[in-house]
């Protein structure tokens, strides 16, 4: 347990009589490491090619979506009654895959909607890990919201609280090493979209001059 009170990761479980802990979240490079080697795989192992710029866009936006939107309507807005909750729910998961897959298949972009499905998807998985290796399966009710309710966030809960909780825990050691072997395999994929992203810095420092 941390010493110190801010950085802790207690949270009741709704009867008030237990309490367990989250010592390390899943980071963003976390997800986006999981996301996009996963991501990696499947194109591979499906079309035969590495991922473009614009799907890798697609994976990274995919495995950052559901925090982009349950964090902030939580410990911002006080919306939600966790940060892991309305957009990390399978169910709005699945409907918000199939609305992009139905887009994209209008505009024949189909492998940005598959993209993004993987990362939205890995990104569920990958917050439902620790929890389930620590059989604590109350922390992946988010997974059934509004079914199954997550335990309530703390109050205390702010992205401040969550960076200053940042310690070498062997999981957070672990995404680590999964963000330097993603940029590895993305760099030995070409480094999909590095190109596209010089290009614009140098058309935005061309407007600014
Ligand atoms: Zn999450």
Not at 10 to 27: C, F, N, Y
Request: proline content about 6%; overall charge positive; hydrophobic content about 45%.
């Amino acid at each position: 347990m941390s010493r110190n009170p801010s950085r802790r990761w207690k949270r009741q479980i709704e009867d008030g009589t237990s309490v367990a802990l989250i010592e390390t979240p899943m980071w963003p490079w976390g997800h986006l490491a999981v996301g996009y080697l996963l991501y990696t795989l499947f194109s591979r192992v499906s079309i035969g090619r590495s991922p473009t710029a614009s799907t890798t866009l697609a994976v990274a936006v995919g495995t950052q979506f559901p925090d982009l939107i349950d964090k902030p309507l939580a410990w911002t807005f006080g919306i939600l009654a966790s940060g892991r909750s309305f957009a990390h729910s399978l169910l709005i998961a699945s409907s918000v895959i199939v609305l992009i897959f139905l887009v994209s298949r209008r505009q024949k972009r189909i492998s940005l909607a598959i993209a993004f499905g993987i990362g939205y998807l890995s990104h569920l998985v990958a917050d439902a890990v620790l929890p389930l290796a620590r059989g604590e399966y109350q922390f992946i009710a988010f997974l059934g919201w509004p079914i199954t309710r997550p335990p309530l966030d703390s109050e205390e809960m702010s992205f401040i609280s969550q960076f200053m909780s940042m310690e070498f825990t062997p999981f957070f050691i672990l995404q680590l090493v999964l963000g330097g072997v993603a940029a590895v395999v993305w760099w030995c994929d070409d480094a999909p979209g590095l190109q596209r992203l010089r290009r614009w810095t140098i058309h935005r420092g061309q407007r600014t001059e």
